[in-house]
């Protein structure tokens, strides 16, 4: 198939967005004042993060995105030794998020039937609270239009008929899951799961894994699109798309010509 020639699709992106900050620089001496190294910060660059990354991603696949995320900045600031490219230290700035308003997603203003397909990049930093999931699914399951759901939380039960992707660690502490969905958990080099069957993923150079499931939501989500509901289908191609995620540093963007 050749996923270049698909059709443009609208997406309602619901989530925890935030900035990817990365300090590049040396430690090449210790303070004098503490037995801790020095860091010399040499440049920095700023990347969009979490529900922005998903979007970006769904943008360069070719998709028409429509993001609702939250106002307020959160920082992810990563120390990051620049010859070897590690990190060293990651400070997280986190302001009290103001919740989404689910009214709005009931009024002729923002009608859901606009959009193809929903997907919700809940980092639980507040925007999505758990009370206002059920509303949220209840408005857009109304028009029957596919419902994508990667969350951080540990009780998916409001998730109702939502495709959820998780990965292995958050699968482990999962309280509570819906009486209808499909759960996707990704498993890292092993691949991922879904219905009991294993998907591999092919073996590559691991560079960084930040913000790899964000790629492969977005892999998925175009390609569950492109194939009229594929699911296998889709959840090959994804793997493909964190595979090329995880060789590359820090978060970043694929093209469809990358994925082979």
Known sequence: MDTQQQKKYKILLIGDACLDIYYFGTCDRLSPEAPVPVYERKSV?????????????LRSMG????VDKNKEIIKKIRIVDERSGQHILRVDEEPEITPIDIRKYSSKRNDLSFYDAMVISDYNKGYIPQGLVTDLIENARKIDIPIFVDSKKKDLSNFEGCIIKINEKEHESIVGLPIKHELIVTLGSKGCSWRGKNFPTRKVDVHDVCGAGDVF?????????????????????????????????????IKLSEVK
């Open 45 to 57: 660059e700023t990347r969009k993060g979490m529900c922005l990354n998903v979007a970006a991603n």
């Open 63 to 66: 998709h028409e995105v429509h």
């Open 217 to 253: 939501m977005s892999g998925l989500v175009h390609m569950y699109l492109a194939t009229n509901k594929d699911m296998s289908a889709s959840i090959s191609f994804a793997n493909k798309c964190a595979a090329e995620s995880v060789s590359k540093f820090g978060t970043c963007v």
